[in-house]
């Protein structure tokens, strides 16, 4: 209890004492909103409760009686108590419907979020349309306070958005993914609109938000642009806003969109970009990054491997397949799937396997037609002895027919199903049948029993743990034998003939991988030894996890260290996966071997820091006595944390009591084992996956974490020592392998900790990357057996550089490794690497260029980090650079950024917080600065064909662009009419500022180009005018083209044969309204304008020339844009074509108000009635030249009537 919640409390119970209600009732509001703050939502409850009691008895406060109903609920809604809270917010809502419409719309937007909690704890059906209900009422409320002007526009448009964001979310737990996108698009425009306003700040985050879920909910519709395009915008609010963590995700969101497009190049490049994001992202981020970013690096390696025609091509799908799969991408796992071709391995065994993964993904999609087809397919190539197969297959037609409603097809898919499992040897095989079976018999509508007694498989579970194992004996057979199936039918001995045993190793070996995880063999392992069980419960997927255990896997299996599933789930805190393996028959005290240190679940909780699962483990009979072979007990592992709640604090008093208990014992444990040198599994899991080691990947202590950056900062800012003194420290070690006596008294801060006694030989001088990369060319082979553990420890320990390489060639073996190398590694380097991984290294090879530092001709280097613009740049120093200075440091920023670019800057150096430094200042000024900036002063601008030239690259560009090119550069006009715009070119003329006209009449702009197109004209600030004549543009990409437009010099627009509607009329009235403060010429010809919408948009521009021919204005329109005559800066108007019939009476007013305007185009009008009786010559302009082209309802009289009144009559 804080110390203003005690005053709180006296003050309560002063109030009570004296009597004093009203008193109370305001000290409780306060009361309840500080424990709101400290999330203590028992005692918020227990205040609000008594203040409704006391708001009861006085009268008149209806209003504050209806809102304390609203925070009960709320809190109760926090506890996860669905029913109390539906109770409370429903009181809400019948005392806000007399009081306050506001209040009202909060009622309805609250009852919504109780109906989708409802139906995320309970499943309660309808709960989601309720739900949906609630959140459109609000929504309606919320247009009706905007049009009233009820609310502030801003306050309003914020509202409608975080309703339009809740829609979505609702209808994606609905699994109606279109309606989904509708809402986030609608609330994506919706907060755009509030750049710019008071608001803009709050709306940012809601839009980074909206813009992260319609990413997601387009890369799930397979839509690979537009789930780029949004994870693009939501990366420019991460800049914007300068959050690391939401530039991560939204690097990673764009990762996934390119998944989806299969550009896996690009997807590695932003999954690497968001990796130096990473350790501001959580640990569920996090491994979910480091897990896409392998495959992408495999993907792109199998890919080249296809190209190029190394290995099997019909390995290499299944393996594309697979992995994409994996990721989710299902559309292009299928397209890979079908590419393999059909004769694929022994029997066609393999091919079924990919049909079968073909049909599994098909299902995922929910297309259950071609899921059937693959699953039958799959049958074709099946043996007929392959009864577990035949039975899973089965199984999932089943299940086919299920969500078809096809009772015929279920009855006939289960009674195929039924006899192979009764075939099958394995009794959990033939568990499962019966479950499974049972449970879509009776989602159906089909009696079970009878079913299954018709099917010859009605099995009764004893509750027991059966035994699974195809070697097992008699007592297997005794165990099952008050089953009422026929023993010898249930037979589960394995095959005791040599030739059966050859057989079925023949027939696994036919069958190979098996493609999908649902599918997998239980007895299948990686390298690390680790089961698909355990690969699951260390990625964290608990419905994966829940169906393997249903399958039959065993969940005491273990891996190489000896390590159960258990202990991985509880090593990477996942609590719901641990009780799952727990009540699935897992072993809590089950111990590691000795490489692993005989550690129990118990020390993989602790020394994760989970104390949560640490007391479910106790709770469930786990030894808090364990010792391992260095004599440490859960006690001795266990993390600090920093919360310090009743749980931890009750968890360490047990594990305290049980460690005093065998406290003697621990001398003798270490004595027993002091043989084994195994490293210590608390230092990195034994067993488990090996990550991409990411900076502050696992949570350590402050002071640990301190020291290691400083540690890291050093190593970058250090010289590293030249090979010659590796050599002769290494002999040196092994000339003395036993240290003196101070270092063995010596004991590191890691072994005080873990209570483990120092090692007794001298540690070894850490190598670098560059060491070990020139070590390779060393012909021993023990060099070439360790360098990929080395490069690993020395990419660990040294920080390069925070940008991606360039794409590099590799084999495909080395994708397990390669993406940890990505950041610090470049293409010359990975020469080094691939002539290592042939065994063909030489001694020459230490002449090579590393990491862009050969001119220092392998001496030590320092590596200073310098961002440009968006670019983070490293710069290698030599060894001595103590008369280098800041102008250095300019020069080689400019330089690398050229490369990168194609544009040179000229660059002065700061810190992060903005100081400059001057450029004569030593560079040893900087030492110790992690990062610098350089901020662009000005930019050498080459010629715009040069650039072009550059950013192709080996390509030749096309002719007709250079020559349009070579006329920008001279003039200052780039016309690329009829012309398909290569991406390249949009990349160079981000700087082309001195070019002052744009058209780009009929030219297709996909959305890439449309992204790409909105960043030019963001930096185009001289640009006087712009042609987008015919390209297909609607009114939200114009929004997207326009909203970030530079030049506030723009002087004509054309926008001629596009789609102008409401999104660009309120852009129009809203953030460019002064951007085209200077607009004089205006072209909106056939745009399909209806209307005065847009026309009232274009009423506060000074236009002198407005063209809104071909538009069905009608009359209202057209009377709209006649107003802006009265302008006097109007000269010219064209309303051709825009009304189909218009009377004399209309036709001469519009005359009379041509005051100042010198052109008139009514060409089409139809005169339904005469002019001359209404047409007064004193009113009209004498200047003024009228274009009636296309009217044959004008007679000679009236012909000359105009021609006395008016300059000049145009008729055809």
């Not at 309840?32 to 009861?56: K, P, S």
Request: aromatic share 6%; net charge neutral.
């Amino acid at each position: 209890m804080t110390p203003a919640q005690r005053k709180l409390e006296k003050a309560c119970q002063n109030a009570r004492e004296r009597g004093n209600r009203r008193e109370l009732a305001i000290v409780l509001e306060e009361l309840a909103c500080e424990l709101a703050e400290d999330r203590q939502w028992e005692r918020v409850i227990e205040a609000r409760t008594e203040l409704l009691d006391i708001l009861r008895s006085f009268p008149g406060e209806k209003l504050e009686l209806a809102r304390c109903h609203r925070f009960i609920g709320e809190a109760y809604l926090e506890l996860r108590d669905v029913d109390h809270s539906l109770r409370h917010v429903r009181s809400y809502l019948k005392l806000a419907q007399d009081t306050s419409e506001l209040e009202k719309q909060r009622a309805f937007t609250t009852l919504g979020r109780v109906y989708v909690a409802k139906h995320d704890i309970n499943g309660t059906p309808g709960s989601l349309e309720k739900a949906m209900q609630f959140y459109n009422s609000a929504l309606l409320l919320a247009l009706q306070f905007e049009k009233d002007k009820r609310l502030g526009v801003e306050e309003a448009r914020l509202m409608r958005g975080r309703l339009l964001y809740n829609l979505a979310l609702a209808s994606e737990r609905a699994h109606n993914e279109m309606n989904s996108i509708k809402y986030l698009e609608r609330a994506v425009y919706t907060l755009r609109q509030l750049s710019g306003s008071k608001l803009e700040k709050e709306s940012k985050e809601d839009l980074y938000n909206t813009l992260c879920e319609l990413s997601e909910a387009r890369a799930r519709l397979q839509d690979s642009a537009g789930a780029a395009e949004a994870a693009k915008a939501a990366l420019a609010i991460g800049r914007e806003t300068k959050n690391s963590a939401r530039r991560g995700e939204a690097y990673m969101l764009l990762g996934m969109a390119l998944f989806v497009g299969a550009h896996w190049r690009d997807a590695r490049q932003a999954l690497n970009h968001a990796r130096v994001y990473a350790k501001n992202m959580n640990e569920l981020k996090r491994d979910s990054l480091v897990r896409n970013l392998k495959c992408a690096v495999r993907l792109e390696r199998w890919n080249e491997a296809i190209d190029s025609g190394e290995g099997e091509k019909n390995k290499l799908l299944e393996n594309i397949g697979d992995t994409l799969a994996n990721v989710g991408v299902h559309r292009q796992a299928i397209e890979a799937y079908r590419k393999i071709e059909e004769p694929f391995a022994h029997k066609c065994g393999r091919y079924a396997a990919v049909c079968g993964s073909i049909a599994e993904t098909y299902a995922d999609l929910g297309e259950y037609d071609s899921a059937e087809v693959w699953y039958l397919k799959e049958i074709t190539y099946r043996n007929l002895d392959e009864h577990e197969e035949l039975c899973s297959v089965y199984l999932s037609l089943v299940n086919c027919a299920v969500n078809q409603k096809d009772k015929g097809k279920v009855v006939e898919f289960g009674r195929k199903a039924a006899e192979s499992a009764m075939r099958c040897r394995k009794t959990f095989t033939k568990r499962n049948a019966h479950e499974r079976l049972t449970k879509s018999y009776t989602e159906i509508g089909l009696d079970p029993s009878e079913e299954l007694l018709r099917n010859d498989l009605f099995y009764h579970g004893n509750g027991s743990e059966d035994n699974d194992d195809e070697d097992a004996g008699e007592s297997s057979l005794d165990s099952s034998s008050d089953s009422s199936v026929n023993l010898s039918d249930l037979s589960v001995e394995a095959p005791s003939d040599e030739a059966d045993r050859e057989r079925a190793a023949a027939k696994s070996g036919a069958r190979g991988v098996r493609t999908s995880a649902r599918r997998l063999a239980p007895e299948k392992k990686n390298g690390l030894g680790e089961t698909l069980l355990q690969q699951e419960c260390i990625k964290g997927n608990l419905s994966m996890v829940n169906k393997l255990i249903a399958q039959g896997f065993d969940v005491n299996s273990t891996d190489n260290g000896g390590l159960s599933s258990l202990h991985d789930a509880a090593n990477h805190g996942y609590l719901e996966i641990a009780k799952s393996l727990v009540e699935a028959g897992a072993q809590v005290n089950r111990e590691g071997n000795d490489n692993s240190h005989r550690i129990t679940p118990l020390h993989s909780a602790a020394a994760g820091g989970n104390y949560l699962i640490v007391s479910y483990l106790l709770d469930k009979g786990a030894n808090g006595k364990a010792l391992t072979i260095r004599g440490q007990t859960p006690f001795d592992v266990l993390e600090a944390c920093e919360t310090q709640d009743e749980i931890y604090i009750s968890v360490r008093e047990r594990l305290e009591a049980a460690d005093a208990e065998v406290r003697p014992l621990k001398p003798l444990v270490r004595r027993r084992y002091q043989h084994i040198t195994a490293p210590s599994p608390f230092i990195r899991s034994g067993g488990a996956v090996e990550p991409v080691i990411i900076e502050d990947d696992v949570p350590r202590p402050a002071q640990v974490r301190r020291k290691k950056q400083r540690r890291l900062d050093e190593l970058v800012l250090r010289s590293k020592r030249a090979r010659v003194e590796d050599e002769v420290a290494n002999s040196s070690d092994s000339d003395s392998p036993m240290p003196s006596a101070t270092s063995t008294q010596t004991q590191t801060r890691e072994n005080r900790r873990q209570r483990t006694p120092p090692t007794l030989f001298k540690k070894k001088k850490q190598t670098t990357i560059f060491d070990t990369l020139r070590a390779m060319s060393d012909d021993s082979n023990d060099a070439h057996d360790n360098a990929n553990t080395t490069i690993r420890d020395a990419f660990d320990r040294t920080l390069v550089c925070s940008t991606p390489t360039k794409d590099r060639r590799a084999g495909v073996d080395d994708a397990v490794y390669s993406d940890s190398l990505d950041m610090a590694v470049t293409e010359k380097d990975t020469t080094l690497l691939e002539a290592k991984s042939n065994s063909s290294v030489t001694s020459g090879v230490t002449e090579r260029s590393i990491g862009g530092v050969a001119s220092f001709s392998g001496a030590p280097v320092h590596l200073v980090r310098v961002r440009v613009e968006d670019r983070l740049l490293s710069i290698p120093l030599p060894k001595d650079f103590s008369t280098l200075t800041i102008a250095y440091l300019e020069q080689q920023a400019a330089e690398r950024y050229l490369t990168l670019e194609g544009t040179k800057p000229v660059v002065n150096i700061a810190l992060e917080d903005g100081a400059l430094l001057c450029s004569s200042d030593p560079i040893v000024c900087v030492q110790g600065i992690p990062v610098l900036k350089a901020v662009v002063v000005s930019w050498n601008v080459p010629p715009l064909e040069e650039r072009f030239k550059v950013k192709m690259g080996d390509r030749t560009p096309c002719k007709k662009i250079l020559m349009r090119c070579q006329v920008a550069t001279a003039l200052g006009r780039l016309e690329l009419d009829h012309v398909k715009i290569p991406q390249e070119l949009m990349v160079a003329l981000k700087h082309e500022t001195h070019l002052h006209t744009l058209h780009l009449n009929f030219v297709h702009i996909d959305p890439s180009a449309l992204i790409a197109l909105a960043e030019v004209l963001a930096k185009l600030k001289n640009l006087k005018v712009l042609r987008l004549v015919g390209c297909n543009l609607r009114g939200k990409q114009l929004c997207d083209l326009l909203g970030t437009f530079g030049s506030a010099e723009l002087e004509e627009l054309d926008l001629s044969y596009n789609f102008v509607d409401q999104f660009f009329a309120n852009l129009l009235d809203g953030a460019l309204r002064k951007t085209f403060a200077g607009l004089k010429n205006v072209r909106l010809v056939s745009c399909g304008i209806q209307g005065t919408c847009v026309v009232d948009a274009l009423k506060h521009l000074s236009l002198a020339t407005l063209d809104l021919s071909c538009n069905p204005l009608g009359e209202a329109g057209v009377e709209s844009a006649v107003s802006i005559l009265q302008r006097g800066c109007l000269k010219e108007l064209d309303i051709s074509n825009c009304l189909s019939e218009c009377t004399g009476d209309n036709f001469a007013s519009i005359l009379h108000r041509c005051d100042h305007v010198r052109v008139l185009k009514m060409n089409g009008f139809l005169l339904s009635s005469p002019i001359s009786p209404h047409l007064d010559p004193s009113a009209c302009n004498s200047s003024l030249r009228l274009h009636i082209k296309g009217n044959p309802g004008i007679c000679d009289a009236t012909l000359m009537a105009l021609e006395d009144a008016l300059g000049q009559v145009f008729i055809s």
